[in-house]
């Protein structure tokens, strides 16, 4: 990963801010986060730079590297879906905001969603109410079938973010802030909690607001609920399942979904602090 953005700096004229994006560029089109979805909501990648890291790849007798180990751990976590999450939070800011933006559908918001459609479409037909089936599927180690939301995907949208605020916030490039996360420091080990401060201001009413804007689109923006809307509306679609809204979730199950999340980041949360 090093070549490819030292590479990248100098494509980008030894252009920081350019070079992380480049990067990004290359996992987003290996982790396919360059679809017409991605790109309205992030921009396009620079293909031609993504083919040119392709030939040299080749040459090298190499293959991108698409995992990392978590050094507490020790699982192996996806780094496409890190980088995706890390580009769609790179692009759009990581302040605190105690409402929904749309960075945050390129990580735990998207995969939230993703989980509500699996609800829909297998969770319901097995009785199991919307909080049994959040609690039971999301950040789940188990090898779940139709589970959208599973324990790699969860560590890498909360590694995604952490790693975009040291960018954005604190200055480091990419490789730089992986390092410090990683190597330099034991940011990885706390990372639930580090989330919590910095995208949640440790406040657990902004924790439970956030999921309250997702279950319930009244409560956000436009823009938001029309993203999350379509998320939704593309998951179930690649299910063959039509005709079934959001908005069909009763006021009961959009409470479970909510409690069901907390639960499980709380959960989280306080395995860092073991």
């Known amino acids: 990963m090093l070549w490819i953005y030292q590479y990248a700096l100098y494509y980008a004229g030894q252009d920081v801010e350019t070079a992380n994006k480049l990067l990004v560029d290359v996992y987003r089109v290996e982790g396919s986060y360059d679809d017409k979805f991605w790109e309205l909501l992030f921009g396009k990648v620079d293909k031609e730079f993504c083919n040119e890291i392709n030939l040299m790849l080749i040459d ?21 879906h890190c980088v995706g999450t ?38 319901r037909a097995t009785g199991l109410s919307t909080k049994e089936y959040v609690e039971l599927y999301c950040g789940s180690k188990t090898n779940l079938t139709n589970n959208t939301y599973p324990y790699d995907d969860y560590v890498a949208d909360t ?11 604190f200055g480091y490039n990419f490789i730089s802030a992986f390092a410090e996360y990683f ?36 409560l956000t ?30 006021k009961e199950e959009r409470a479970g979904l909510v409690d069901g999340y907390i639960n499980i980041q709380n959960q989280f949360i306080q395995s860092n602090e073991k």
């Not at 698409?66 to 780094?79: F, H, S």
């Not at 923006?221 to 009763?250: C, H, K, N, R």
């Open 183 to 218: 190597m330099l420091s034991t940011m990885s080990y706390n990372r639930y909690n580090l989330f919590f401060e910095w995208r949640q201001n440790n406040e657990q009413a902004v924790m439970r607001s956030l999921i309250e804007q997702t279950v319930d689109t009244s």
């Open 86 to 123: 890390f580009a769609a939070y790179y692009s759009k800011g990581t302040e605190f905001n105690n409402s929904l933006y749309i960075g945050d559908i390129g990580g735990w918001l998207g995969d939230f969603v993703t989980l509500m459609a699996d609800y829909t479409a297998f969770g």
């Open 159 to 169: 590694d995604g973010y952490n790693l975009a605020k040291l960018s954005n916030d």
């Open 60 to 80: 090298r007798g190499e293959e991108l590297i698409t995992t990392y180990t978590d050094p507490k751990t020790n699982d192996e976590i996806g780094l496409l």
């Open 221 to 250: 923006s436009p823009i938001m609920a029309g993203a999350i809307i379509g998320l939704y509306e593309l998951q179930l679609v690649s299910y063959g399942t039509v005709g079934v809204w959001l908005t069909d979730f009763s």
